[in-house]
């Protein structure tokens, strides 16, 4: 034989489906990786470098002339669908001299149902074609030389979902089998796409990658056991102080974060090191489904591999009602009698009463000159901005007196006589102007001879002051402005929807990252999306819609607040819309 006879073993190499985690990262493919897994019996956990660190060895019998290794090579569907065209792709690979009848005659697999199928080392290709790669666009790449060929074997049944069979497998060695002689076993649907991931296929090999000779291996450890659940956003911590070597002590820890990521970008997911040290932490943003690598090295360079699943389940947008405005400008409006005054004050909570109140949020006075009631002037600003939420229990209250007397007390004249009519009056108007460009009017009358006679303790005869409740912004035709708030702590889009409770329904969807398109769907969703530069969750959203009921009711609301990963919070409530009334 060319070189030394070794004990044929299968390996198991790990992996899943990969996103990048930084801009160099390739993905591993476009089919749904991670669904079908391999696996062999017999078998054993292997203890080895490089990309045996964690496999399975699985014992086929020795590299000898002529020998018949034999293995069951077993395949369980994942997926939640049934796989209708399997295929089980064979590579064989040796380095220089390349794959010759001196290593290989045949390859034999049976199904469980009785179909023998044998492949002939003619039936290999004479190129490095990889169906898997192919196929599927991905960069498998378990075998780079110039030797890799490939032959697909058909399963000649369908894999049904959640089903595990066993393939038996005996390989017939040629003459002199050269110990670096291999053969690849991986799986994939023709019909689903679905593909088995680096760490879940097999490889025959010579070599076993066991412990040196007299040392005993270090054991691999990660506290929480093999699977372990988390939500996005979560800083995820993973603790490898529970390892331990029995006759040395462990001197590297390496962490692989995602298997099916290719972090270093070269094409192998599967020996890739995001982390060292005992303790690391990581964080996915969105919900995902990852296996994590330790491996550990003691003082005699054996190592030792644990793998842990993570799920990380999605978290619900945490939806706010900020309330339901209405703006506008309130003016006065004054006509009659000349020099007199009208004095408005906006209280908050107004006792009518008692007449106090929980503040006064704006003052106006206006002052009657002859001529257009245009050319009355007022003292600061003649308009007062207005902001009203209608669903708030505060309320605002308009307070309008009336001053036809000669006092100093006029803050625009002073000193202004009475004109002399006792009898006359003034007209007022209280506008209300929207942003929409519609106008609302209330219409009083102040009385000269009432003023006048307040000073006789006669107050049935005179109506002072007038007192408006500002509850015309909430009316019937009348613009509202709708504000809800939204966090989403992961790389969800997110879906507002208002239903206004009279037929009318309105929706905006905020995508995480416009530049990047919809938020991809799990699986495998977008975990790594703010490690490509995008904004760091959480991310703080505000949405204004503006409503104008065109009755007057009560009216149930319903904010809905989505992600695109079906975590959604739902808000209600009441607003009453009242008829214009007075307003005019």
């Not at 080392?121 to 898997?132: I, M, R, W």
């Not at 110039?146 to 390989?171: F, M």
């Not at 054991?219 to 996005?232: L, R």
């Not at 975990?527 to 490509?532: A, L, R, T």
């Amino acid at each position: 034989m060319r070189e030394m006879r070794r004990r044929a073993v299968v390996w198991l190499i790990a992996s899943a489906l990969w996103i990048s985690v930084v801009p160099a990262l390739n993905a591993a493919g476009n089919g749904t990786q991670g669904q079908i897994w391999l696996d062999c019996d017999p078998g054993d956990q292997a203890h080895g470098g490089g990309w045996q660190a964690g496999g399975i060895v699985c014992f086929g019998g020795e590299y000898a002339p002529d020998a018949l290794l034999s293995f069951d090579l077993i395949v369980e569907n994942r997926d939640n669908v049934d796989q209708t065209n399997l295929q089980v792709a064979l590579a064989i690979h040796s380095e220089s001299p390349p794959t010759t009848g001196d290593d290989l005659v045949f390859v034999r697999l049976t199904a469980p149902d009785g179909t023998v199928t044998t492949i002939y080392l003619a039936d290999f290709g004479s190129s490095e074609y990889n169906p898997f790669d192919e196929a599927y666009g991905g960069r498998h790449h378990v075998y780079v030389g110039t030797d890799a060929i490939w032959k697909n074997y058909n399963y000649p049944a369908v894999l049904a979902e959640d089903e595990t069979v066993r393939i038996a497998v005996e390989v017939q060695l040629g003459p002199d089998p050269s110990d670096l002689f291999e053969i690849h076993f991986d799986a994939f649907d023709m019909d689903t796409g679905a593909k088995s991931p680096n760490g879940h296929d097999v490889t025959l090999t010579s070599g076993g990658g066991g412990p040196t000779p007299g040392n005993e291996p270090p054991t691999a450890c990660i506290s929480g056991g093999d699977a372990v659940t988390v939500h996005e956003s979560d800083l995820v911590v993973f603790d490898g102080t529970c390892s331990s070597d029995p006759d040395g002590v462990i001197v590297s820890y390496e962490w692989d974060l995602d298997l099916a990521m290719d972090s270093d970008g070269d094409g192998d997911p599967a020996n890739d090191v995001d982390a060292t040290g005992p303790i690391v932490s990581f964080t996915w943003y969105d919900d995902y489904e990852s296996e994590v690598r330790l491996t550990v090295t003691d003082d005699d360079g054996d190592m030792d591999a644990a793998i842990q699943t993570v799920t990380v389940l999605n978290v619900d947008p945490d939806g706010t009602f900020d309330g339901a405005f209405v703006e506008f400008n309130l003016t006065l409006r004054m006509a009659g009698e000349k020099w007199h005054n009208v004095n408005m004050d906006v209280h908050v909570n107004y006792n009518r009463t008692t007449g106090a109140s929980d503040g006064i949020m704006a003052t106006l006075e206006v002052e009657r000159w002859p001529g257009s009631p245009s050319r009355n002037p007022a003292a600061g600003n003649a308009t007062i901005p207005i902001r009203v939420d209608v669903t708030s229990t505060d309320v605002l209250t308009a307070v309008i007196t009336y001053d036809p007397f000669a006092d100093d007390g006029d803050a625009i004249r002073g000193d202004q006589p009475i004109n002399g009519q006792i009898w006359g009056d003034n007209p007022i108007w209280l506008i209300f102007d929207f942003p929409d460009g519609s106008r609302c009017k209330i219409h009083h009358n102040f009385n000269v001879r009432q003023s006048l006679d307040r000073d006789r303790d006669l107050p049935a005869i005179f109506a002072e002051p007038w007192i408006v409740d500002l509850t015309c912004g909430a009316g019937a035709g009348v613009p509202i402005e709708f504000v809800a708030g939204a966090v989403e702590v992961g790389t969800d889009d997110v879906t507002i929807t208002w239903d206004f409770g009279d037929g009318a329904v309105t929706s905006t969807t905020y995508l995480y990252d416009p530049a990047l398109g919809p938020d991809p769907a799990f699986p495998p969703g977008s975990p790594y999306e703010p490690y490509f530069g995008g904004t760091l969750p959480p991310l703080n959203l505000v949405d204004t819609v503006f409503h104008t009921y065109t009755a007057a009711g009560t009216y149930t609301v319903t904010l809905t607040v989505n992600d695109d990963d079906g975590g959604a919070e739902v808000i209600t409530f009441e607003i009453t819309v009242s008829s214009l009334g007075p307003c005019k």
